[in-house]
């Protein structure tokens, strides 16, 4: 079973940074599309920020657009969230998830292509 963990959630004050990290373990079996979700209280869950299998392309919701960073050193099996200016509305559980590899990363804001998930990490950021 492949497994993931997310790690790096806390309280930070609003623009601040954070870094999240995600660790993948279990049999390599596929190359993976490695994705971030986050729920905030109150919300569906949405769509963050996904990165291909191999380092690219990447790809960012509207609102963390210019602010956030996905990037991935699949030599160490961790995906990584660079988030910086955060601001309060960032405030949510964050979740990381992955895929098998998909042609043009197609489908990648859809939750349900997406076959692991981790427990989710807090990111709390005041005003």
């Known amino acids: 079973q492949v497994q993931l963990v997310e790690s790096g959630g806390g309280l930070v004050q609003a623009g601040g940074s954070q870094r999240l990290s995600c660790n993948v373990s279990g049999r390599t079996v596929t190359r993976f599309d490695m994705g971030w979700f986050r729920q905030a209280p109150g919300k569906e869950r949405e769509f963050v920020a996904v990165?291909?299998?191999?380092?690219?392309?990447?790809f960012y919701t509207d609102s963390v657009k210019g602010r956030f960073t996905i990037s991935r050193d699949n030599a160490a099996n961790t995906v990584y969230l660079q988030m910086n200016s955060l601001k309060p509305e960032d405030t949510a559980v964050y979740y990381c998830?992955?895929?098998?590899?998909?042609?043009?990363?197609?489908?990648?804001?859809?939750?349900?292509?997406?076959?692991?998930w981790g427990q989710g990490t807090q990111v709390t950021v005041s005003s």
């Open positions: 990165i291909g299998s191999s380092g690219g392309p990447t």
């Open positions: 998830a992955a895929r098998n590899e998909r042609g043009y990363m197609s489908f990648f804001r859809s939750q349900r292509s997406y076959d692991y």
